[in-house]
């Protein structure tokens, strides 16, 4: 098992050295910025920067990041405010290895390979929780931002909202046709993403508790974020399938036309009602250290940087919502 995610990882590497490469090239002028196969779509144009850049680091000290998909604008953004360089330049070198392979390689794998120094990442896995128990991982997190789980379907649907025991239901298999919640006879085709990645993660974590969950077949259960919004807009052409996400990925960086956000117990997922928590699924993600960071390393620098009032204004501007920093750092299993 081991040597599979080690085998993955080398190759993410890979992909990250490159992106590296390819900031410092368009920093000195290159017109053909770089790409990465893990690399953010279109920003949105909320992430723009509006504040002056306040150039704590050079290109070349910034620290390397990893993390999930999902926080890779936030990453861009706190490049470019931090740097001075173009956000484009900065969005077109941020490259992640998602977020269990992320954990797994910054708690679990510390070696001269890995390069990254921090984690903008969403809540771990329960397997890798206990893998980083296991191997005694010393890292220091904290909240910096808060995410909801999200349920997509097609625009057709006339179901407009699910109680989170409706959620359930469909999930564990006890709901298996629409027209049981309200919406037409069609059978109810739900969507699920793979045990590693964060989404999963959250759904398992809000919704389900420990409950019944169905088994889905592969073609149900897409490995990419984007995968399962694209598989949700054409399956069959048709209104009766169901999947999830995080409220920011869906909103911000990828969606479909055709597709819409449920509401859940009445309240429809919004930056507003993901701030409030009155909105019932939401979760916080983290930015990661190693315990042992010295205070002068740029990884710690940039760490408490996003304490800062120009930290908190990165996050918000980039569409996400701000977590008030803690007065203590928390333990990261």
């Not at 770089?34 to 779509?41: I, L």
């Not at 920003?43 to 000290?61: K, N, Q, W």
């Not at 969005?91 to 992320?102: C, E, H, L, P």
């Amino acid at each position: 098992m081991k040597n599979a995610k080690i085998s993955r990882r080398s190759f993410l590497l890979g992909l990250a050295a490159c992106s590296a490469a390819g900031i410092l090239t368009a920093c000195k002028g290159d017109d053909t910025p770089a790409s990465s196969a893990s690399t953010s779509p279109e920003a949105p144009a909320s992430s723009v920067s509006e504040l002056e850049p306040i150039g704590l680091f050079t290109v070349e000290d910034f620290p390397k990041l990893d993390g999930s998909t999902a926080c890779i604008p936030l990453m861009a953004q706190m490049m470019a405010d931090t740097t001075g360089i173009d956000l484009e330049v900065a969005q077109s070198g941020i490259s992640v290895s998602t977020t269990a392979y992320a954990w797994e390689s910054f708690g679990l794998y510390p070696d001269e390979e890995y390069t990254a120094r921090m984690l903008v990442v969403y809540e771990a896995p329960d397997y890798v929780k206990e893998e980083l128990k296991e191997a005694n991982a010393q890292l220091e997190q904290k909240p910096i931002g808060r995410d909801a789980l999200v349920f997509i379907v097609n625009e057709n649907n006339p179901v407009k909202s699910l109680t989170r025991q409706q959620l359930k239901d469909i999930y564990a298999g006890k709901i298996t046709n629409w027209k049981e919640v309200g919406g037409e006879d069609l059978a109810i085709v739900p969507f699920q993403r793979g045990e590693d990645s964060g989404s999963q993660t959250l759904f398992r974590k809000l919704l389900i508790q420990g409950g019944e969950l169905m088994d889905p077949p592969t073609e149900l259960a897409p490995a990419a974020m984007g995968e399962l919004v694209d598989s949700i807009a054409a399956y069959n052409n048709s209104a009766n399938a169901i999947g999830f996400s995080v409220y920011y990925y869906i909103d911000q960086m990828y969606s479909q036309p055709g597709l819409r956000l449920l509401a859940v117990d009445g309240l429809t997922p919004s930056n507003d009602t993901i701030a409030s928590e009155s909105y019932p699924l939401c979760n916080e993600f983290y930015a990661v250290l190693h315990a042992d960071a010295a205070a002068d390393s740029p990884e710690r620098q940039l760490y408490d940087w996003l304490d800062t009032a120009a930290g908190q204004d990165c996050i918000k501007k980039s569409g996400y919502v701000a977590v008030a920093p803690a007065t203590a750092a928390n333990s990261a299993v």
